[in-house]
């Protein structure tokens, strides 16, 4: 298993992370125990040395499924992370009962990695008024968190602001080769590398839609390693940049588990070959988006309320991808039933607005039905 040093912390960690949110489930939404401890002992004896959890994954049963099964291993011999749900905490003494909770949840003396989970703008400022960082900190300092940073989903402004505020331990941050410019993207990492912070990366395989691509795609891939998946080229695409550390993979199946260990037991960084191959597979993949929506927002407010450019980045980013599970997500949970393209009421305002001039309301209407069919599909 490839190691990467944390200069800053003394200590090196597996390149592979293993994300404790998509383990396999039973029918009735609980995690399959069996097969899920095979995976979590088939990546530790591949060299896995860094486990992933938080608070809510798996409707709250992953941190006591996880801890449970690393109690049969050494305890200096893995990383054990953690997240407080900051959305859950409106005070101090939240943030204080939620860790000690956490901490009886995976059975354990203390946390190695705890973070802040998922910080934006609004959380973050919240968490700096209520003296949740002094409070992290003193655990530290009490050695019942050993390294302490932040998970982050927001744009890059709030993430330079987060970064620069005190000597963090680590960051997390969602980085793939499709998304270099959304959220802290490659600045963020670049920043984090000039501030001296070591970088785990999550959704290096973008929730999966950079794991499987059709034949046309796919083949750019064939043509430079026939024999590798196509999730490693993304998975190795992080793992090029040096002061990556931990690649956190959320693995759903034992043959996952393998196909990544084989990745990361016999890492190569990325030749200029196959970083042509993956410019290429990105240019083919930006080409299938439905419109050319580019998120400028003059089209906005809508009088009806709809959120027009929300509705064709889901749409767009289904076309790229196919995706049917981040569908399933983002239009059939994440976004607000009013925000949704059948609330247009046709006044063509949008339509004028647009520097793009895209037909919006009959792309609204055709991204409603498509993506409705999408969702009662499954």
């Known amino acids: 298993m490839e190691l990467r040093k944390m200069d800053n912390l003394g200590i090196d960690t597996s390149l592979l992370g293993f994300g404790c949110m998509r383990f396999p489930t039973l029918e009735n939404g609980k995690i399959n125990e069996p097969e899920s401890e095979k995976m979590l002992d088939a990546a530790y004896r591949g060299g896995v040395n860094y486990f992933d959890t938080a608070y809510v994954y798996h409707d709250g049963d992953s941190e006591p499924f ?25 005070t101090l003494d939240d943030a204080k009962r939620l860790f000690e909770s956490q901490l009886k949840r995976v059975d354990k003396d203390y946390i190695d990695f705890y973070l802040l989970h998922s910080l934006g703008r609004e959380s973050w400022e919240r968490m700096v008024a209520l003296g949740v960082i002094e409070y992290c900190e003193q655990l530290k300092a009490d050695g019942r968190i050993r390294y302490f940073g932040f998970s982050f989903h927001d744009e890059y402004a709030v993430f330079e602001e987060i970064a620069s505020f005190c000597k963090w331990d680590f960051l997390q941050i969602q980085l793939n080769y499709m998304d270099v410019d959304e959220q802290a993207g490659i600045k963020g990492y670049y920043l984090a590398e000039k501030l001296g912070i070591p970088v785990i990366v999550m959704e290096p395989v973008k929730g999966s839609s950079l794991a499987a691509f059709p034949e046309d795609i796919t083949g750019e891939f064939k043509k430079v390693r026939p024999e590798a998946s196509t999730a490693s080229w993304a998975l190795r695409w992080a793992a090029s940049l040096p002061n990556v550390k931990v ?99 046709d006044c063509g305002l949008c339509e004028a607005a647009c520097p793009q001039k895209i037909r919006i309301r009959r792309d609204l209407k055709t991204l409603q039905t498509e993506l409705d069919a999408v969702c009662q599909s499954k």
């Open 66 to 90: 996880t801890g449970r099964i690393l109690n049969k291993y050494d305890r200096s011999s893995y990383f054990l992370a953690t997240k407080l749900p900051c959305w859950e905490v409106q």
């Open 247 to 345: 690649i956190l993979s959320g693995m759903s199946t034992i043959g996952q588990v393998e196909d990544n260990l084989n990745t990361f037991t016999h890492f190569e960084p990325l030749s200029k070959r196959e970083y042509l191959a993956i410019d290429n597979v990105r240019e083919m993949l930006t080409e299938r988006v439905n419109n050319g929506c580019t998120s400028c927002r003059y089209c906005m407010p809508c009088p009806a309320g709809v959120d027009i450019p929300g509705n064709f980045h889901v749409w767009n980013t289904y076309g790229i991808y196919k995706n049917a599970g981040q569908v399933h997500w983002d239009w059939g949970h994440a976004m607000d039933e009013k925000s949704k393209a059948k609330n247009c009421v």
